[in-house]
């Protein structure tokens, strides 16, 4: 029979993961989780006579939200968060996308990282303070930039170190999400691992939370500089066709122990 626990020492939580309701399949499972807290919220009506004292509170209903920041931007949770979609590219399907690319002008000539799948119509030389100059027409006239694959030529008399091109293109060697404003995120199945310590002994455990249905906030500000995170929030939802509606439940061991 396991001993009762009451009270313990939280240690980190370790990893998030998050499960298709329908199908059971690992969406996605995440580590490097900071900032983590758990509130536990609810609704209550104030039952007061005719002279305004309180005869009774009822409580009405429950919430629970868990929130933390995962230490990396994650392309699948963001596509979870946003009902996004995730195309990795093949050479059956390739990843189409498009850029305003400068490149260094060597002997005349510049080479792009891909290859236009349209020619484009114009070039820009690129100045000393690095905005654009002047456009030059693509074009077989010998005032034109000219473009044979991924090389481009430059007229005689073009004098800047860079150009610029704004091309499309497509390629085997990327990874595309696409956020699409008519498509949003679904309720999920959630399974938050956490490492706590025996109060008396610092024994390292293991303690497991579980959202059996939850949904992902689609509003998230994710810091684009080195030092940025990917913040998640997950709110609890009724099981409305189960028999017990659990908000959540949480396991802890009582023995044994972790070493990770």
Request: glycine fraction near 8%; aromatic fraction near 8%; charge should be negative.
């Amino acid at each position: 029979m396991a001993e009762k626990m009451n009270s313990f020492i939280m240690d980190r939580v370790r990893r998030v993961t998050e499960l298709n309701l329908e199908t059971g399949k690992v969406n996605w499972s995440a580590v490097g989780i900071g900032d983590p807290s758990l509130e536990l919220n609810g609704e209550t009506i104030d039952k007061q006579d005719a002279y305004g004292a309180m005869i009774a509170q009822i409580d009405t209903a429950k919430g629970a939200v868990f929130t933390a920041n995962i230490d990396t931007p994650n392309l699948n949770v963001l596509a979870s968060q946003r009902g996004a979609e995730i195309q990795v590219g093949t050479e059956e399907v390739k990843v189409q996308g498009e850029d305003f690319e400068v490149v260094k002008v060597v002997d005349g000539k510049a080479t792009l990282t891909y290859t236009p799948i349209e020619a484009p119509a114009y070039v820009y030389p690129i100045n000393s303070d690095q905005t654009q100059g002047v456009e030059i027409e693509v074009g077989l006239e010998d005032a034109n930039a000219k473009i044979e694959g991924n090389v481009v030529t430059l007229p005689e008399g073009f004098t800047a170190t860079q150009v610029g091109v704004y091309y499309k293109y497509e390629t085997v060697d990327a990874v595309k999400l696409t956020d699409n404003s008519e498509t949003f995120g679904t309720a999920a199945k959630y399974i938050i691992q956490m490492y706590f310590r025996d109060i008396c002994t610092d024994a390292k455990r293991l303690g497991v939370l579980v959202f059996p249905k939850a949904k992902l906030d689609n509003n998230v500000t994710i810091d684009l500089t080195t030092e940025g995170s990917h913040p998640i929030s997950l709110t609890a939802q009724k099981e409305y066709c189960a028999e017990e509606s659990k908000l959540y439940y949480w396991v802890w061991a009582t023995k044994g122990t972790v070493t990770a």
